[in-house]
């Protein structure tokens, strides 16, 4: 029995989290801890453990094993350097830091403690997006010379941040707006898929004004990448629809996806883009099931720290593109 602390409940993925420990043979939830006390006693009742008030007595008193960040993003450096120094397996909710200092700082204590790490980028496991590595991978596109990822909802138009979640709508808290928070698991998808962006520029704005001026809503991304592709990346939270969510394009073919399956052109493979690709791979489980599928001893595929941290310096150059106005080199 895996024996895990949650340190800060105040993700909104948080109540899924929760239902999948609950759910999940082998893991033992011991301690919550959350600086404000209603929600910690909230999750600790539904999780049936106790609450600590200190995020060390995680494993000083409660005695963990791993560690669930799911705290406010401001909150992540102090407590995941603490719980790598105590030598914890470590699953952290994106963005990894606050800032991009931060996060490298982060990664490089994740790595030195040789702790289990994951973080939230679930696209990847996708069958669409795991096919689209295969074929990106092997060639099939010919030279790609344009890609487009995008990751959209209607949070601001539902208002989904105007309670609970609030601070997710602060960026004095969370580190970013709409574009970093949506658009950083379309970033890891491109970056995945076509490596680290040389320079990017980006178009970040407010629509609505729902959460103050300082909190953006939607924004563009251009990135270019080694061997000649241009990125287009789009996250926010003011779209009613978000049907065509990637497209990759190239001297010997073409994909894209379109509520949620994949069609291709290709002449290598015999296919005109018409129908929906239909060779796929098996899903992988859900980001966090990884995790703990990982504390249990198995071989999956994980997020790196250093991958994280990386994600996190891109999209901090795309914000300070945006003020600036200007390219920025990476």
């Not at 609030?166 to 890891?188: E, I, K, N, Q, Y």
Request: charged share 20%; net charge negative.
């Amino acid at each position: 029995m895996k024996r895990i602390g949650v340190a800060g409940v105040a993700h909104i993925h948080m109540p899924n989290f929760a239902t999948r420990l609950k759910a999940r043979p082998g893991v033992e939830v011991v301690a919550v801890w959350d600086p404000e006390p209603v929600r910690a006693e909230k999750y600790a009742g539904e999780l049936g453990c106790k609450v600590v008030s200190r995020v060390e007595d995680l494993w000083k008193e409660a005695d963990a094993e791993a560690v669930v960040v799911c705290s406010e993003t401001n909150r992540h450096k102090e407590i995941v350097l603490a719980a790598a120094a105590a030598g914890m397996d470590l699953f952290v909710e994106k963005p990894l830091g606050f800032s991009a200092a931060d996060a490298i700082e982060m990664a490089a204590a994740i790595e030195r403690a040789g702790v289990v790490f994951q973080t939230g980028y679930f696209m990847r496991g996708a069958s669409v997006h795991r096919e689209l590595k295969r074929l990106v991978d092997g060639g099939v596109f010919g030279t790609v010379t344009r890609v487009r990822h995008v990751n959209c909802h209607s949070g601001s138009l539902g208002g989904w941040f105007d309670t609970d979640f609030r601070w997710m709508a602060d960026p004095a808290v969370a580190g970013c707006g709409a574009f970093g928070d949506l658009g950083t698991h379309s970033l890891d998808i491109l970056m995945w898929l076509f490596g680290k962006p040389e320079s990017v520029t980006a178009d970040i704005s407010v629509v609505t004004g729902r959460y103050g001026e300082t909190c953006d809503e939607t924004g563009t991304a251009l990135l270019k990448f080694p061997g000649g592709a241009v990125g287009t990346l789009c996250g926010g939270w003011v779209d009613v629809m978000n049907p065509v969510t990637c497209e990759v394009s190239g001297s010997e073919g073409f994909a894209y996806i379109r509520n949620g399956e994949l069609f291709v052109k290709s002449d290598r493979l015999g296919t005109d883009g018409s129908a929906p690709w239909s060779e796929l791979p098996e899903a992988l489980p859900h980001a966090f099931e990884l995790f703990l599928d990982a504390l249990e001893g198995r071989d999956v595929p994980l997020v790196s720290a250093s991958e994280a941290a990386q994600r996190n310096v891109v999209m901090e150059a795309l914000y300070r593109a945006a003020r600036t106005h200007t390219w920025v080199s990476l």
